[in-house]
């Protein structure tokens, strides 16, 4: 047999289903009842206790819009009823304004709501002449219902909190998830465009040096096999964080690349004919991982950049060791960016450019890339260090 709690719960789960109006209007005609009830109970109905109960009943079709309004007609309609005779017993319409303006209201109105209450049941009871015992037990009944106006404001504030902190923490999770795919993006970018184009220049120029130099075929078709697979270990790396938890148990789940890597860089480079050369200035000391991993890539695009587009001799790259500041600088000795780029990067300023400027302001840094002093490009970066 069913518990009488648990048709409760179903009656108030089924009530919270309807529209607000029809609950109004429910509301509304029981309380309108209860005084044409009560009249007729104590022998005092009369042709205008209907008209009375309408006035003080009709109201609260719109407490939730207007709580602090309807709950001043409703005590004034209250009082009269009560002063005429018309009404003897507890003041339901008036109880549900109470509750509706002590849930709606602003503290100020609430506080007047409370003064002007006092004075109407004071007035409602002393005036007819009636038991000022009843004023303590009316009284009570309008404290509990304030109370419970007041705890379902406060359980409203409550959901409310929760439910703008769950769209807080969806942003940040979509916001996260989106930073986290433009890493990917930018890190695929630069592992990509470097190993591809070394790559295909080495390839390009294989031929060539199978006729005239097999030995130095052969140090391209290394070159070629080396970085190609350190662009496939990067990519596994790069994509492993897509995985879950047991399809990366077995991966490789390495760090990326960092400052001690770029000897090895810039070498292939020199495999494709350029003279490239790595100098440091200052004290290296260990940076953190991000900052690392930032270098590596702001010195792996522009090397790729030089390869691809420069047609330059030499690249420089030097790294100077400050107390707070790494500084890169990649210069090249080639035309320069041209003036009319015919693709986005051509000139530094396409998407090669965009990633490097977003790393380097994500690591709290600085860069600047233009034509160098006497002829070529130039890319110089300034990490923090703290």
């Known amino acids: 047999m069913a518990r009488p709690s648990g048709y409760g719960e179903r009656l108030a789960a089924w009530g919270r289903g309807l529209p607000p109006v029809y609950v109004d209007a429910a509301i509304a005609i029981l309380c309108a009842l209860y005084v044409m009830f009560d009249a007729g109970v104590e022998q005092r109905f009369a042709w205008w206790v209907p008209l009375g109960a309408a006035a003080n009943s009709l109201p609260l079709m719109w407490r939730r819009q207007y709580p602090f309004a309807v709950a001043g007609i409703t005590g004034i309609t209250t009082t009269v009823l009560s002063m005429a005779g018309g009404l003897n017993d507890v003041p339901a319409a008036q109880l549900?304004?109470?509750?509706?303006?002590?849930?709606?209201?602003?503290?100020?109105?609430?506080?007047?709501?409370?003064?002007?209450?006092?004075?109407?049941?004071?007035?409602?009871?002393?005036?007819?002449?009636?038991?000022?015992?009843?004023?303590g037990v009316i009284g009570i009944f309008f404290a509990g219902a304030y109370a419970l106006g007041v705890s379902a404001r406060a359980r409203g504030d409550r959901i409310t909190l929760l439910e703008e902190r769950a769209l807080r923490l969806t942003k940040e999770?979509?916001?996260?998830?989106?930073?986290?795919?433009?890493?990917?993006?930018?890190?695929?970018?630069?592992?990509?465009?470097?190993?591809?184009?070394?790559?295909?220049?080495?390839?390009?120029?294989?031929?060539?040096?199978?006729?005239?130099?097999?030995?130095?075929?052969?140090?391209?078709?290394?070159?070629?096999?080396?970085?190609?697979?350190?662009?496939?270990?990067?990519?596994?790396?790069?994509?492993?964080?897509?995985?879950?938890?047991?399809?990366?148990?077995?991966?490789?789940?390495?760090?990326?690349?960092?400052?001690?890597?770029?000897?090895?860089?810039?070498?292939?480079?020199?495999?494709?004919?350029?003279?490239?050369?790595?100098?440091?200035?200052?004290?290296?000391?260990p940076v953190p991982a991000d900052v690392a991993a930032t270098a590596y890539r702001i010195v792996q695009e522009s090397l790729t950049n030089t390869v691809k587009h420069a047609a330059a001799g030499r690249v420089d790259v030097r790294l100077s060791w400050t107390d707070d500041h790494l500084s890169i600088e990649v210069a090249d000795d080639g035309a320069g960016p041209p003036s009319a780029p015919?693709?986005?990067?051509?000139?530094?300023?396409?998407?090669?450019?965009?990633?490097?400027?977003?790393?380097?302001?994500?690591?709290?840094?600085?860069?600047?890339?233009?034509?160098?002093?006497?002829?070529?490009?130039?890319?110089?970066?300034?990490l923090r260090l703290d």
């Open 173 to 285: 999770q979509e916001t996260a998830a989106t930073r986290e795919r433009e890493r990917i993006a930018r890190e695929m970018h630069d592992i990509l465009a470097h190993s591809m184009t070394l790559v295909v220049v080495q390839a390009e120029a294989g031929p060539v040096a199978v006729r005239h130099d097999p030995d130095r075929a052969e140090q391209m078709f290394d070159t070629i096999s080396v970085t190609a697979r350190e662009a496939l270990a990067q990519l596994r790396r790069v994509l492993g964080v897509l995985r879950t938890e047991s399809d990366a148990a077995g991966g490789d789940r390495s760090p990326l690349p960092g400052l001690d890597a770029l000897p090895d860089l810039v070498r292939r480079v020199e495999g494709t004919g350029l003279t490239a050369t790595l100098t440091e200035d200052g004290d290296p000391r």
């Open 342 to 382: 015919p693709t986005p990067s051509a000139n530094g300023s396409g998407h090669g450019l965009i990633g490097m400027r977003e790393r380097v302001l994500a690591a709290g840094g600085t860069l600047d890339a233009g034509p160098g002093p006497g002829r070529g490009f130039r890319v110089v970066a300034s």
């Open 96 to 135: 549900v304004a109470t509750y509706t303006f002590a849930a709606l209201s602003p503290p100020v109105k609430r506080l007047i709501g409370v003064a002007a209450t006092a004075v109407g049941i004071s007035v409602s009871i002393l005036l007819p002449d009636d038991e000022a015992l009843n004023l």
